[in-house]
């Protein structure tokens, strides 16, 4: 794969040096030229010294061919704007925007750019899976599909314990997928199967009906 | 009119202080408040202390209730992206952005922003002075 990294911080060296030993083509944007020298004299030409919110700059380094796009600066809005031009100018199909805002991961979304990593969540959901008493873990989000895999640790206190799947009131769209005892191994769950006191129960289910998930094995 | 304007430059200050003196209510958001000393002691309209491309800072601007957004920041991208928020989230009837960069300029036109490059403004205007006198 072609893939042009925007910004050759801390996170866009590192993230050049791990896509270029996994043998993609790879390039990066950088606007200071001591960096981009720093990163030349390290690792040869991969380093393209411009303005990657240039669609001239862009151009020049054969963005209408590239696989990805990913901009990695420390602004917002700058990133924002490359995944733009990257999108509208020369047709990159995938497009990949690090946000400091987490607020702006909707907005980028609805603009086109197609993933968006903030470090605030990726924190955020390590330290929901740190802290056993969470009750809820994001697991995985599949934007196409608009589902979330999600994780559910049933409480000893939970009114859900002892009923079968199908007397459970869970919303229509929402599906148990797996079953990890507290003890014994995992198990796809049936309509009859009954939830025991620290079961951990993976699901899927549309973001909007989260809650109703959340409370139906919860009990509340 | 409510008039929400990003950016108290040169531009932004003059802008917002000629619209208070057509009585539009104006509202100048900036992340530096040294920057309002270029709006004349006159001025009626409110001075707040913000960055426009976070949308709670417009929230407080009064972003929610305007008839026009203006963002006159110096940044091409700042200007780009507060107006697609103003656009896109909060849905303002008008929205203008200055883009310096012409080819920038020309990409988020055709998206659907109402765009002025002064770059291009400004060499065109000088270009009719310099051959009108030949």
């Known amino acids: ?220 | 009119m409510k008039v929400l304007i990003m950016g108290c430059g040169r531009v932004g200050a003059r802008l917002a202080s000629l619209l208070d003196e057509d009585g539009h209510e104006v509202t100048v958001l900036d992340n530096d408040v040294y920057s309002f000393r270029r709006l004349p002691p006159t001025f009626n309209g409110a001075a707040l202390f913000g960055n426009g491309i976070d949308q709670e800072a417009l929230k407080k601007g009064g972003i929610e209730e305007v008839d026009i957004f203006v963002a006159v920041t110096q940044g091409d991208n700042r200007n780009v992206m507060s107006c697609q928020i103003a656009k896109h989230i909060f849905n303002v009837p008008r929205v203008m952005c200055r883009i310096y960069d012409p080819l920038r300029e020309e990409m988020y036109s055709a998206l659907g922003l109402e765009t002025i490059s002064p770059t291009k403004v400004f060499a065109q205007l000088l270009r009719e002075k310099v051959e009108g006198e030949g």
């Open chain 1, 1 to 220: 794969m072609y893939i042009i990294v925007v910004g050759g911080g801390r996170l866009g060296y590192n993230l050049l040096k791990a896509l270029l030993n996994e043998g993609h083509e790879v390039l990066v944007l950088e606007k200071d030229p001591r960096i981009c020298k720093t990163i030349t004299d390290e690792m040869g030409s991969v380093c393209h010294r411009g303005d990657g919110c240039e669609a001239a700059t862009l151009a020049e380094v054969g963005t209408g061919r590239a696989d990805m796009l990913v901009a990695v600066t420390g602004d917002d809005e700058d990133n924002l704007v490359s995944c733009q031009v990257a999108k509208h100018k020369h047709n990159v199909p995938r497009t990949i925007a690090r946000i400091r805002n987490p607020q702006n991961a909707d907005l980028f979304k609805k603009l086109g750019v197609d993933v968006t990593v903030s470090a605030t969540d990726i924190i955020l959901e390590a330290i929901e899976r740190e802290v056993p008493t969470h009750p809820l873990t994001h697991l995985l989000t599949l934007d196409e599909q608009h589902l979330v895999m999600i994780d559910v640790k049933v409480s000893p206190e939970s009114t859900s314990i002892g009923k079968a799947v199908k007397d459970l009131s869970l919303p229509k769209e929402s599906k148990l997928v797996l079953i990890i005892p507290g003890e014994g191994s995992p198990q796809v769950p049936s309509d009859a199967t009954v939830l025991k006191a620290n079961d951990q129960i993976i699901a899927v289910t549309p973001p909007e009906t989260e809650e109703a998930l959340k409370a139906a094995l919860r009990g509340k």
